[in-house]
């Protein structure tokens, strides 16, 4: 997770699933999100246009440029990128389905230290 990480960021994203390093997705993909906000993923997660501006600026100066990343995925999803699909092709549907972890989206349901961005897969814990 880079430094200085907007303190509405960590308020009104991490509300509703984890606080994702912006470095998961491709500026394109961050871009598409916040100007959508209105109608993020089902949900109305509009902010001030002040916050927008600085959330936005901050995404975009650090999405994710390297190979894996560059691809922009369906419906701009990061559980439905190539990467994540193949990291993660382990992991059975149902496991996604329970109680304990609700969605692919709560990366740091079993990724210990997602909130600081390591997800090392030695300090996984799938919970049951």
Request: hydrophobic share 35%; charged share 25%.
């Amino acid at each position: 997770m880079p430094t200085q990480v907007p303190t509405v960021y960590k308020q009104e994203c991490a509300a509703c699933h984890m606080a994702y390093p912006p470095g998961m997705l491709p500026a394109p993909s961050w871009r598409r999100i916040m100007i959508g906000l209105d109608r993020h993923y089902g949900t109305d997660a509009s902010l001030e246009p002040a916050q927008v501006q600085q959330v936005s600026a901050w995404l975009l100066a650090n999405a994710g440029t390297y190979k894996r990343v560059r691809e922009e995925p369906p419906e701009d999803r990061i559980t439905r990128s190539a990467w994540f699909a193949r990291k993660h092709r382990e992991v059975y549907p149902a496991v996604w389905k329970r109680v304990s972890i609700k969605s692919a989206a709560q990366c740091n349901t079993c990724h210990t230290h997602a909130e600081q961005g390591n997800f090392d897969e030695h300090q996984v814990r799938i919970p049951r």
